[in-house]
């Protein structure tokens, strides 16, 4: 029997005097925290950081990447990320090498062990998503991607009017 599609959940906008209520960064990172807390406590449970998850993700699209590329995909400073890497190679998660052009490079690797687990935690993050969004169109989960990509990367514009 097949399962009866929900119909999307429109809510009425809520109108608040509050500033952050309406702060498109701080609605922003409150939805991160929000959709993200549950699946942290859940990864964490297969003993890695939400950063180690996150590192383990971006290593499955794209083995061997530098320390550098990491921080940036994954948002961690690189003092932070090193030492994650290093806790996720004594656990045997990853493996890093010296880069080929720039010795002074670290080249993170995911492991076979390391390679099972993202595997694992994808499959259960995409079911954690798919839950997520259920109650939305396609087309708008698709708008809503599209917005947040264009965010990113007007993100990394200058801001003119702080100059001094």
């Known amino acids: 029997m097949r399962a009866a599609r929900r119909k999307p959940v429109v809510r009425e906008a809520r109108k608040s005097e509050a500033f952050l ?12 925290y929000v959709i993200n807390k549950d699946f942290d406590r859940h990864v964490q449970s297969y003993g ?3 950063l180690e998850w996150r590192v383990l993700a971006t290593l ?3 083995n061997g990447r530098t320390i550098g590329e990491l921080a940036h995909m994954v948002v ?19 493996r890093t090498a010296d880069g080929e052009d720039d010795q002074r ?14 595997s694992t935690l994808i499959k259960q993050a995409r079911e ?3 839950g997520l969004l259920a109650a939305f169109a396609a087309s708008d989960i698709s708008r809503l991607r599209e917005i947040l990509r264009t965010l990113i990367e007007r993100g990394h514009a200058p801001l003119g009017f702080l100059r001094p």
């Open 21 to 32: 209520d309406d702060y498109l960064p701080y609605l922003l990172g409150r939805a991160s």
């Open 48 to 50: 890695v950081s939400p």
């Open 60 to 62: 499955s699209d794209r």
């Open 76 to 94: 961690a400073q690189q003092p932070t990320l090193t030492k994650a890497i290093k806790r996720m190679a004594q656990a045997e998660l990853v």
């Open 105 to 118: 490079k670290t080249i993170v690797f995911e492991t076979d062990k390391g390679r099972a687990l993202a």
């Open 128 to 130: 954690h998503e798919a």
